[in-house]
Every structure is written in C-alpha cells, then in structure tokens.
C-alpha cells in the first residue's frame, strides 16, 4: 500500500513538472517520491524531452491573428416609399431598402514575429487578391513569402471585385471579361449588362506569356503545365460594377487607415498593373513605401500627385519583367509595354532628380530573366521576392 501511494506521488509530480510549477513546488513534490525506485533515471527523461522549438517543423508559418473585415464604402439612399417587414423580399418595389456598397474587402494575417512593416496588397484588373496568395501550381505567393519575412499582409478585393462585390449598378463595360449587351453599329455601351465577353487569349497574349495559349516564350517561368494554365486562368474575376478609381482610391485609403488604427504602423503598398494607379492617390500620412509591380500608369511630373508623393519623400520601386526590351515585334502588346516602361522610366527619373527616390528595376538587368506580367506567380517568384526584400532592408523597411 505504501508503495502505491509514493508511485503515485511521483506521477502527480512528473504530471505538475509538465504544467509549469514553480522551483518550489516542483521541489516539495519531488521530495514525495525520494522512496521510488528509479525516480532518478526517470526525471532524467523527462528533462531531456525535446522542446517545442526543438520539435517544430521550420517550414510552419506561426500566425498571431487574423481575420477579415470591409473599409470605406457607402450606403446607398433608401428606395422612396415605407420599407414594409410583413412583406419583406417579397415586395419586389424594395421600398424603404438601402444598400452597403462600394467597399473594399480585406483579408489580413499577423505573423508571430512581426517585424513591423505590414503590406498592403492590391490587385490589377481582372484579378483578386488571390493573385498575391498562391502561385498557379500551387506554391507559395507573395503574401505568404513575405509573411515568413516579417510582413503582415493584407489583401484587398477592391470595390466592386471580389468579396467586395457589392455596387450601385451592375457594370456596363464592354471590354475583355465584362459584362456587356448587344452593342449597336457605333459600339456604344448598353444600358443593361446581359453577356460575357471572353478573351484568354488576348489576355494571355498581353501578358507576354506566350503568343498562344499552346506555347510559352523561349525561357519562360510561368509554370508549364496543362493544370497551371487552367488555373491561372480561373482568377479572372470580372468587376460588378463600372471601374472607378476615385471610388476605389477612397476605400483603399481608408484601408490604410484601419490598417494603422490595428497596427500602429505606416503600411508598404504593393500592388500590380492597374492597382498601382491607386498608389498615386493615396494620402501619404499612413503610407511608408510604394512597390509596384508593372504599373499601367505614373503620375505626371509636376502634377498634384507627383507632389505630394515628392514632399512627403515616399520611396518608390517599379519591376518590370522580360519580353519588352526584347519583346516579339510583331506584337502589339509588346510597342504596348515598351511605351510604359518607358514612362515608369522618364518618372522616375524627373522624380530622383526633384530630390525623390525611385528606382526602376528591369529583372533581365539583374540577371532574373523570363518573367511574364505576373512575376509574382511565376517559378522564381522567391527569387524575386528577395530582391524586393533586400530593396526594403535598405529602406530600413524590414
């Protein structure tokens, strides 16, 4: 009888060791179970049991938080007349019905080991955040990578996209992947939206993947396979409503300041394509960088933009990727990406020489070469991703 009970002394004090007790307490129960036989070899194991540290697996990504929430947005004005709960969705007038609309949609993630410099993603057109968060054949994106360097992320859906899909008016645009209706002789815009207008191959041509969709340019990183392509070409998600930058420059600003509210802290802004021409409109008091990926635009020297970039001394990257200096002539896309590059390359010069710093950073020059428009998604996306990072690390940004 005795002997059980110290045995069971000495488990209740092995089992109090693995909870945390203090020295002490630790101690007196020990001291229960000196009688055991083998107490000493026992506690020797467990000491020597491998920690959580040691244990984990170094490719786990530890998150601290994360969530989702909407910015900015409107609600719109009531159906006129009395809304009437007995009928409810029945009352095909709406009367009395309003509408939260023109949001932008966030989806975030804090890693463990913050650094402090979170990144705000935004797409280019006809994309979602999806793009920054996984790769066509399923690696890792952007926003994780960098989450692994420190980076909070968080990745918008831009008004009328999306999660944020909701809007004022269903969208009217009759480019590629819109919605659009039966266009008269002059090509004038319908009033009501009743088709879809395909282009993967335009798109695929445009950016300068390959000409076709049955072959890829000489050194290409996107990834080659059938299933990568299908992919790829499933993010496409069209707006629902028309484009309009000043609707999405207003929610994206005021994600910027929900971002600092959590945060305490400016914001990096990456985006793509069309999304960096919201970078240019953004109030600067909670922006610290901007790194755009093939911006279709940049500000014009001189102009409100421009200035209020230059005064505020915000530091600026542009990528551009492969197949434009040494495009396909006989392309349109590529006369297409030679004129924007250049662009990004006469503002940035204007804009270094007024006392700015922005760089251009065509990838061939670095030795990174068969990049497509989306760089971010392709084989060497690390590669490119700590490029990008070691630019931050000099704008002490990491």
């Known amino acids: ?67 989702i929430f ?51 993603y935004l797409h280019g057109y006809r994309q979602s955040r ?63 939206a009743t088709k879809y207008q395909p282009g993967d191959q335009a798109w695929y041509t445009y950016f300068r993947i390959g000409e076709t969709l049955d072959q890829v340019n000489d050194g290409s990183q996107f990834p080659q396979t059938d299933d990568a392509l299908n992919q790829f070409l499933r993010q496409a998600t069209p707006n629902t409503g028309n484009y309009d930058k000043v609707v999405v420059s207003k929610a994206v600003g005021e994600v910027f300041n929900d971002v600092k509210n959590m945060t305490g802290q400016k914001s990096i802004f990456m985006a793509h394509a069309q999304g960096c021409s919201v970078a240019w409109d953004l109030s600067v008091e909670n922006l610290s960088a901007v790194v755009a990926i093939e911006p279709i635009t940049v500000p014009r020297s001189g102009s409100v933009q421009y ?52 760089t251009v950073v065509d990838l061939p020059d670095e030795g990174i070469e068969g990049n497509s428009h989306f760089m971010f998604q392709e084989n060497n996306n690390q590669e490119i991703a700590d490029l990008i990072e070691k630019w931050l690390a000099n704008h002490k940004l990491n």
């Open 1 to 67: 009888m005795m002997k059980t009970a110290k045995q069971l002394a000495f488990l209740l004090s092995v089992l109090m060791l693995g909870n945390g007790l203090t020295a002490c307490n630790a101690g007196t129960a020990s001291t229960a179970a000196d009688d055991v036989e083998e107490t000493e070899e026992v506690t020797e194991d467990v000491t020597e049991a491998p920690t959580q540290a040691q244990t984990e697996d170094p490719s786990l990504l530890r998150i601290a938080k994360q969530g």
């Open 70 to 120: 909407s910015s900015g947005g409107i609600v719109a004005s009531a159906v006129e007349g009395d809304y009437d709960p007995s009928q409810s969705w029945k009352d095909k007038t709406h009367a009395g019905n309003t509408a939260h609309v023109d949001h932008a949609n966030v989806l975030y993630q804090i890693p463990a080991e913050d650094n402090g410099n979170p990144i705000i």
């Open 130 to 192: 999806m793009c920054w968060m996984t790769t066509p054949d399923g690696r890792e994106g952007w926003s994780q990578i960098f989450l692994r360097n420190g980076h909070s992320a968080f990745l918008i859906d831009q008004p009328r996209r999306g999660e944020a899909g909701a809007a004022t008016e269903i969208s009217a645009d009759t480019d590629l992947d819109m919605w659009y209706g039966e266009l008269d002789e002059d090509e004038e815009r319908p009033e009501t």
């Open 307 to 358: 200035k209020k970039l230059l005064e505020a001394n915000i530091p600026i990257v542009i990528y551009f990727g492969d197949y434009i200096k040494n495009g396909d002539e006989d392309l349109a896309s590529t006369y297409y990406w030679q004129e924007i590059r250049q662009s990004a390359l006469s503002f940035a010069e204007q804009y270094t020489e007024d006392g700015g710093d922005c």
